[in-house]
């Protein structure tokens, strides 16, 4: 069964500075994964999609991804935080097949500093 | 072009009453989900709807009801609401399932049941 775990719950960091949110995948076969933001009081939107493309994704307001097979990793990066990045960030697989079920890790909230 | 929506934005429930959700999306999608939401928990799916006319449980259907009504529509009932089912329930289309199709999400729910 497919599986996704956030490694953070929480990270701040300072506006101007790099972002690094952390997701391990389990899964039996190649996967579809994403990462979806909410702001507060908001639905989720998509930033990022991998459906084995390239390995390095790139996504909406300067996010991108890397699927690291050999780590089971697809750690999302930003080169340079801005106040509206603050938001929670769920990383999420598909369980593919018929039903496109998607399973969510538990989400990282970001916090940007001034 | 509203994509999915979702009605109301706000329910307050006693114990036992029922009501039902509404979702529609106007993108012409195939197939249609119902998450709710929990504080660390992520999103977890209660029932979707691969295309018209169908529907399967999801993660967590106790408690719950659908009925896909038409392509555009797909609600949500609960017969007897529990405080345990207080929670922000979430809406979202695709354009079919199939693990490389991504999810759109409507605005959101937020239901207590006291």
């Known amino acids: 069964a497919q599986s996704v775990t956030q490694l953070d719950s929480h990270v701040s960091v300072s506006e101007g500075t790099p972002v690094l949110l952390r997701c391990n995948y389990s899964?039996?076969?190649?996967?579809?994964l994403f990462w979806y933001v909410q702001h507060p009081n908001k639905g989720l939107q998509l930033l990022l999609k991998?459906?084995?493309?390239?390995?390095l994704v790139k996504g909406i307001n300067g996010f991108e991804a890397e699927f690291k097979k050999s780590e089971t990793s697809f750690h999302l990066t930003k080169p340079s935080a801005h106040m509206s990045d603050a938001a929670e960030y769920f990383c999420?697989?598909?369980?593919?097949?018929?039903?496109?079920?998607?399973?969510f890790g538990t989400g990282t909230l970001l916090a940007v500093q001034p | 072009n509203a994509g999915v929506t979702q009605t109301p934005k706000f329910q307050v429930l006693k114990t036992g009453q029922s009501m039902t959700l509404q979702c529609a999306q106007d993108m012409n999608h195939n197939s249609m989900y119902w998450y709710r939401q929990d504080p660390g928990m992520g999103l977890r799916l209660i029932y979707y709807?691969?295309?018209?006319?169908?529907?399967d449980k999801g993660e967590v259907p106790n408690g719950y009801n659908v009925s896909r009504l038409n392509k555009r529509e797909f609600s949500l009932r609960l017969e007897s609401a529990a405080p345990s089912q207080t929670s922000v329930y979430f809406c979202?289309?695709?354009?079919?399932?199939?693990?490389?199709?991504?999810?759109?999400f409507g605005p959101g729910t937020r239901l207590t049941v006291t």
């Open positions: 899964s039996s076969y190649s996967p579809s």
């Open positions: 709807s691969a295309s018209e006319g169908t529907t």
């Open positions: 979202a289309s695709s354009l079919q399932t199939g693990g490389s199709y991504e999810q759109y």
């Open positions: 991998y459906t084995s493309a390239a390995t």
């Open positions: 999420v697989v598909s369980e593919g097949g018929a039903t496109n079920k998607l399973i």
